[in-house]
Structures are given as structure tokens and as C-alpha cells.
């Protein structure tokens, strides 16, 4: 891994991995999947354990409706609610973990499939499940502890959250594109390496792709605002206020879901990068090539 | 032979069409000779055309860059004795590929045959 990698030119490679990352969804669509499925496990897991936690009498329900933790139970929910935060993390990282393999494959110049980017993960479940299980241990400990703590205790909290964030940025990377299965420790040491090495190619990447993602998101509300009053002014049922309703919020989730697709591209294109050296450019050029048409060649010589 | 007006006319508005896919040809032609920056590839495509096809310079950086971009040609900042440095530019391998290929296929296995040179030497 000890690739030669420039200090100068950081923000201008960040927005070259950036545009690989856009061309690299637009070739392999089915990429996209991957959120969108982790979004519905992760939906399906939290049901199940909703009711599991409903089921063990951790919740009580009171003649009004409302509900509340039952007394002397609180380790039970305690342990219910860390397994939440490693289920999340687990369906998260498992299915990132498929999209970080099947972006490297197209860097590569093959032609990732849905199916083997999900098998890549699957051959790492091992690595992965480590590495969730120390990640959602220190998320849920920091939590524990942001709650019970006055304010300086939370700063300090979240500090320790953020540092962790960072360090750990590029672990599933790591473990889905290395060649051996690797602990969840020397997965973290090694992404605190990459992190040192390139750190400002990842600041402007990922800080790029969330100030798109928030003018996108801005704009579809704007949209959405502007023919909200269009339709409060022209007196129209409660039906199509309804249908509005739930196409904003299937336009906010696609547009959620493309972007985690993208953050974790942009994330195995700097790790490809901090790896192989191979400059963004060049794998950006590969990507041209590989999506150029006849009919795109058309415009070039017009 | 002096064209009628309606001969003019016909003939401007078919040169019209036909230079229209040619600057890029010429362009990459002159890249082809040498390295050279926006204004020398203008002067080089006017003078070898004897003035037939021009372009102003925004078309020409528009052209450029759509060049560039489809890495057909690279450019190099050369510094200049008067002024800003100028941007030299040069065919990639691909390029050089393209414009043989493109050549070879359209131009000299079809003019240079001797039964059409003779023939547009006839006319």
C-alpha cells in the first residue's frame, strides 16, 4: 500500500474522484440497489425487533394508548437497543461493503454485477460482523455516555464520535478489497493510515457530494413548497395533497438512496486511489472511454 | 467560369454544410504537423484552406475543449515572452490513432484514388 501519493493538487483530485464517482453510478446503475436494499433490511430488522421488544413485555401499554419502558427492565432495553444499533450498522456496512467491491471492479475495467458485488461482502461477513460489532460497541458506549453526562461530557462525546468516524472512514474498504480477511483493529489502523495519507482528496469528495445532495434536496422541497400552494390556492382534495405527499417522499428516499450509493464509491475511489496511486484522472479517463457512445462521439466533432 | 447568382447561391449554402464537419478535421490536421496554441491552429487552418474555413475563437475554445475532454488532444502551459502563458496543444496517441484511421477512411483511399483525382482535375 505504499503507493507515492502528491500533497499538492488535494481539492482538484477530490473533484476528479468526485466525477468518477457520478460516472461510475451511471455505468453500473444497479449499484444503486445496494442502499435501497440495506434501507429495507434495515427497515425489516427494525420491525422485528420492535416487536420482539413489544413481545417481552419491555414496553408497556397504558389504557390511553400511550406506552412506556416497564419498571426493572432497563438493562433489557439497554441490550434491545445496542442490538439495534448493530443491526443497523451490520446491514449498512454489509451492503456498502458490496458497492465499495463492485466501484473497484469498474475502476479496474471490469463490469460489476449486482450479484457479485453482494457475494464480494458475503465472503467477508466474517470481517464485517467484527467490524460492526466494535463499531456499534463504541457508538453505543458514546451514547450511553452523551446521555448521562452534562455538556461538556457530550462535546467531549461527540468529539470522540467524530474522531472515530474519521479514523474508521475507510475500515469496510479495507476489509471488502483486501486480500485476506482482517480484524476489525488492523482494519481501523489501516484506515487511519489511508485517512492520513488522503485525507483532503476524502474532505472534498464526501464535502462535495453532501453540498450536491443539499441542493437537490433543497430544490425537490422548493418543488414540492411552490405546488403545495399552488394547490392550497386552487382548493383541490385532500387526495392529490396525498399523492403529493408521498411522491415528495419517495423523491426525498431516491434522492438519499443515490447519494449513499455515491458517498461510498467516492469512498473506494479514494481508497483505489490511496492503494494503487493510480491517479483519479486516469481511471476517470478509463470511465469515459468505457461509457462513450456513437452518438455521445457525434457531439465531440460537431 | 463565372457562377450565375443562383449558382452562388447554391454553392455557399453546400459549402455552408460541407465546412461544417471540416474545422475538426483541420484542426487536428494542423496538431497533427506540429504543437501548437489556439491562434497558430486558426492562422495554419485559414492559410492551408486558402481562407474557406474559419472559425471565431470561441468556437475554436469550445472545440478545444470538447477535444480535450475525449482526450484526443493534451495541452501544455508554455510560457510567453509577451504575456500570460500560452496554452500549446498537442494530439494524444489516441488522437493521432483517431485521425489517421478517420484519414485513411474518408479521405485518401477515396480522393486519392487516380480515377477521381483525374476526374476532379477534369472539373
Known sequence: ?302 | MKLSNYEQTLLEGWEETHKKGQLTFWMLFSLYESGKHMSGIKEWVYSMTHGTITADDQSMYRALRRLKSADIIQFENVPSTSGPDLKVYHLTDIGERVLGAFAKRNISSIYLQPRIRKLIQQL
Request: hydrophobic letters at 55%; charged letters at 15%.
Open chain 1, 1 to 302: 500500500m505504499d503507493k507515492t501519493i502528491k500533497t499538492t493538487g488535494r481539492f482538484r483530485r477530490g473533484l476528479e474522484i468526485t466525477k468518477s464517482s457520478w460516472r461510475v453510478l451511471r455505468l453500473d446503475k444497479e449499484l444503486v440497489l445496494m442502499p435501497l436494499m440495506s434501507g429495507i433490511v434495515g427497515m425489516v430488522a427494525m420491525i422485528m425487533i420492535i416487536v420482539i421488544w413489544i413481545a417481552s413485555s419491555a414496553i408497556v401499554f397504558k389504557a390511553d394508548g400511550s406506552f412506556t419502558a416497564s419498571n426493572g427492565v432497563n438493562i433489557w432495553s439497554g441490550a434491545l437497543l445496542f442490538i439495534v444499533y448493530l443491526a443497523v450498522s451490520l446491514i449498512v456496512n454489509v451492503f456498502g461493503a458490496a458497492i465499495i467491491h463492485g466501484a473497484a471492479q469498474r475502476f479496474d475495467g471490469h463490469n460489476p454485477t449486482f450479484r457479485g458485488s453482494l457475494r464480494a461482502a458475503k465472503m467477508r461477513f466474517g470481517s464485517i460482523a467484527a467490524f460492526s460489532l466494535l463499531s456499534s460497541t463504541i457508538g453505543f458506549i458514546l451514547r450511553l455516555i452523551e446521555d448521562r453526562v452534562p455538556l461538556a461530557g457530550k462535546i467531549v462525546s461527540w468529539i470522540f464520535h467524530a474522531t472515530w468516524s474519521i479514523a474508521s472512514m475507510f475500515a469496510v474498504p479495507v476489509i471488502v478489497l483486501g486480500n485476506k480477511a482482517i480484524g476489525p483493529v488492523a482494519a481501523t489502523k489501516q484506515s487511519v493510515n489511508i485517512v492520513k495519507k488522503v485525507w483532503g482528496e476524502s474532505v472534498v469528495s464526501q464535502l462535495g457530494l453532501g453540498l450536491i445532495q443539499m441542493v437537490y434536496v433543497l430544490g425537490w422541497a422548493a418543488s414540492f413548497a411552490a405546488l403545495m400552494a399552488l394547490l392550497v390556492l386552487a382548493n383541490t382534495g385532500m387526495t392529490v395533497t396525498v399523492v403529493l405527499v408521498v411522491i415528495f417522499a419517495i423523491g426525498l428516499l431516491a434522492i438519499g438512496v443515490i447519494f449513499s450509493a455515491l458517498s461510498a464509491i467516492a469512498k473506494a475511489a479514494v481508497y483505489y486511489y490511496a492503494t494503487t496511486g493510480k491517479a483519479p484522472e486516469t481511471f476517470n479517463k478509463q470511465l469515459l472511454q468505457e461509457a462513450m457512445t456513437v452518438k455521445k462521439a457525434r457531439k465531440i466533432f460537431a
